[in-house]
């Protein structure tokens, strides 16, 4: 009806610095209650079309400012969505599902620094030059902007990664064209309503919403959009691939993980444990670099087991919105059967669930009991080669196994098609570079999680991606360089 359609938030597509209203729409649903809320643009080739020309209209003189001058801009679009931060972190929790504690502490304020770690950045970079005095010439290169860059981000960080993505291209002097998850839209817009008010000129940043069957396919398929940045799935990210590759387009995929952590027998457990859970089921699992396969030396396996399971019951699954809940909602009702379904096919293969999924029961607040929820599940005596070991879950699903040696170890956590992040678990210096070394994977860390910065490569090998993101990588991928020799 319409008065039901009324109360529902309805977002249009940012199209050379004006909205535009699109002339069909999807629903989007708030995970946590099952309800929907928002009405998003389903965008296809003519908006688009229309976003790519805006762009690249906004290309010469948006490329033709210093680097200082975009500096000042960024910076001053990460102070508005500071400004705004309650506001963006409440947003970013009812439209994904995540707590508001990750929004608030993690989402929103990555979201702001990424704007101002790239306008630090941009003002730092240098160009190489070389001399053959023998020859009488001199060599050096010069960057400059590529032209419209396409941004496709996913529904897991929403604003986090749009704006890692959004940040670097602009701040290189690139136009953009960005396409955010339709199942988490509504942070993008809201930073729409912002970019005017930073000085961003009109087309410098366009948003059509919709999905990547139909915006994102007309997105890689744009004759005049040489570069791609992509997070999300690898199956999508073939498709990018084979779609692109007829335009010869420049890629920068960052994918899936199936990342183990290794905890070796002289690992100390009061911080191991505690930093595992999070590794485990933050952001509900939903995170690309999250844990879920545990290889515990077997001289600790039982006692970390018991401990592991008896801190993964205390997180509190439930509203979102309540600032005391560690894991919120699923992002879809699909989403949650998938994962569901994987610790069925856990349980079939002889696999033992210790806490959570069909163990445990879940109460819930009485507005919440339509929505995607799921306590942490720990499963143990899983084979190397079932699914649940191969085959990325994204959910609050971790699996714990034993391992004896070394080598051993080395070998099974290789044994996937990922290759994105590992974590390492040992006080013996020795063995953490060693191990570290051989892991075949893009970002490993050693008794933490998660601490990143910005300035080093971030990306993985293998099934996990193509490129790495930071402060030079972004930014040679932002821009396209050129040697010239002078002879004097």
């Not at 699909?334 to 349980?347: G, I, M, N, P, T």
Request: net charge neutral; with cysteine.
């Amino acid at each position: 009806t319409m008065a039901h359609s009324k109360a529902l938030l309805v977002l249009e597509n940012f199209i050379g610095g004006k909205f535009v209203t699109c002339s069909s729409y999807i629903d989007s649903y708030n995970p946590s209650t099952g309800d929907v809320y928002c009405r998003v643009p389903d965008s296809g080739k003519e908006e688009v079309e229309a976003a790519v020309k805006a762009a690249k209209d906004a290309f010469p003189i948006w490329s033709s400012k210093s680097p200082l001058e975009r500096s000042r801009i960024l910076n001053k679009l990460a102070d508005l969505i500071e400004h705004d931060l309650e506001a963006f972190a409440q947003a970013e929790s009812k439209d994904q599902g995540k707590t508001i504690t990750f929004a608030r502490t993690v989402d929103i304020p990555r979201a702001v620094y990424n704007f101002r770690f790239f306008a630090s950045s941009i003002l730092h970079h240098t160009t190489e030059c070389t001399e053959m005095a023998t020859m009488g010439c001199v060599h050096y290169t010069s960057r400059a902007p590529v032209g419209v860059a396409g941004l496709i981000s996913p529904w897991n960080l929403p604003l986090y990664l749009l704006t890692w993505k959004i940040a670097p291209a602009i701040a290189c002097g690139n136009t953009v064209v960005a396409k955010p998850s339709e199942m988490t839209s509504v942070t993008t817009w809201m930073m729409c309503k912002l970019l005017e008010k930073a000085g961003v000129p009109h087309g410098v940043v366009n948003v059509v919403f919709g999905t990547g069957a139909k915006t994102g396919e007309a997105l890689v398929c744009h004759p005049d959009v040489p570069l791609i940045s992509f997070t999300g799935s690898t199956l999508t990210a073939q498709r990018i691939t084979e779609k692109s590759a007829p335009h010869c387009k420049r890629l920068s995929l960052e994918l899936g993980g199936k990342n183990p952590a290794i905890i070796f027998d002289d690992a100390d457990l009061t911080q191991c444990i505690p930093m595992t859970l999070r590794s485990s089921f933050a952001n509900q699992g939903e995170i690309c670099l999250c844990t879920s396969r545990i290889f515990v030396q077997r001289g600790i396996y039982s006692e970390f087991l018991k401990r592991f399971v008896a801190e993964a019951k205390k997180w509190k699954v439930g509203n979102p919105s309540d600032p005391t809940v560690d894991v919120g909602a699923l992002i879809s009702e699909e989403h949650l059967e998938k994962v569901r379904s994987y610790v069925k096919k856990a349980q079939a293969e002889g696999a033992r669930v210790l806490c959570g999924e069909g163990v445990d029961s879940l109460t819930l607040p009485a507005g919440n009991q339509k929505g995607y929820f799921m306590l942490p599940t720990v499963i143990a005596e899983v084979k190397d080669e079932s699914c649940c070991m191969q085959e990325e879950i994204f959910g609050p699903v971790t699996c714990v196994v034993a391992f004896d040696t070394e080598e051993e170890v080395i070998k099974r956590a290789n044994s996937v098609k990922y290759g994105l992040a590992a974590t390492v678990w040992s006080s013996n210096v020795g063995r953490v570079h060693r191990v570290a070394q051989r892991l075949q994977a893009g970002l490993v860390w050693t008794n933490c999680w998660l601490v990143r910065d910005l300035n080093l490569p971030f990306g993985g090998m293998k099934a996990s991606g193509i490129g790495r993101e930071g402060a030079k990588d972004s930014y040679e991928f932002f821009t396209e360089v050129k040697t010239i020799t002078i002879k004097h």
